[in-house]
Nanobody
Framework: QVQLVESGGGLVQAGGSLRLSCAAS????????MGWFRQAPGKEREFVAA????????YFSDSVKGRFTISRTNAKSTVNLQMNSLKPEDTAVYYC?????????????????WGQGTQVTVSS
């Protein structure tokens, strides 16, 4: 079955950096657009970043643009989220998701598969 496993979360001070990774298995990774979402307590899950099947196109929410980057390695079935200049408002559970679409979706609906999430906590 399809599995998406996130790693790399943790506790970091404001201004610091973290690199999240998502390892995929059970699917033909290169056929999927990949996305990162996050969900803070009491809030809806929100889009963070997405990358196209071949990695040539990337998309970011306004709140993380210029601070986060997304990349993928199809040969290893992995997608990464590099988070710099972290802020306390970035605190959330971060989820990796896969969508079998050409253009990466920026909403949750089109995503077919989800990971279990990894906690990111940014202290002030």
């Amino acid at each position: 079955q399809v599995q998406l496993v996130e790693s790399g979360g943790g506790l970091v001070q404001a201004g610091g950096s973290l690199r999240l990774s998502c390892a995929a298995s059970g699917l033909t990774f290169s056929l999927y657009s990949m996305g990162w979402f996050r969900q803070a307590p009491g809030k809806e899950r929100e889009f963070v970043a997405a990358i196209s099947q071949n990695g040539e196109s990337t998309y970011f929410s306004d709140s993380v643009k210029g601070r986060f980057t997304i990349s993928r390695t199809n040969a290893k079935s992995t997608v990464n989220l590099q988070m710099n200049s972290l802020k306390p408002e970035d605190t959330a559970v971060y989820y990796c998701a896969a969508a079998i679409t050409i253009r990466p979706p920026v909403s949750t609906g089109p995503y077919n598969h989800w990971g279990q999430g990894t906690q990111v906590t940014v202290s002030s």
